[in-house]
């Protein structure tokens, strides 16, 4: 299985709105990051699904380390 087929089934939370996020932002971003930003999205998908909601959606400010992806996965989930 590659890399990116083992991200895709790690974007699925089971939270209708972080699987369209993530999946999107894997779609559309991923193939473009360099490898310490494909590490660092991977290392992202270990946080809580609760965390990952509360950053994505602006219930609550992302710790410094994600607020760049954070930021550009909203990005994604708003292009068309």
């Known amino acids: 299985m590659s890399r990116k087929a083992r991200l895709q089934w790690r974007c699925r939370r089971g939270m209708r ?3 369209l996020m ?5 779609d559309k971003r ?8 494909k590490a660092q999205f991977e290392n992202f998908l270990n946080c809580p699904n609760e965390d990952l909601y509360d ?3 602006a219930q609550r400010e992302s ?3 994600w607020r760049t992806l954070v930021d550009a996965i ?4 708003t292009d068309s």
Not at 30 to 37: H, R
Not at 74 to 77: I, L
Request: proline share 4%; net charge negative.
């Open 74 to 77: 909203r990005q994604s989930s």
């Open 55 to 57: 950053w994505l959606m």
């Open 63 to 65: 710790p410094t380390e």
């Open 30 to 37: 991923f193939d473009g990051l360099d490898e310490t930003q």
């Open 17 to 19: 709105e972080l699987d």
């Open 22 to 26: 993530l999946a999107r932002f894997l």
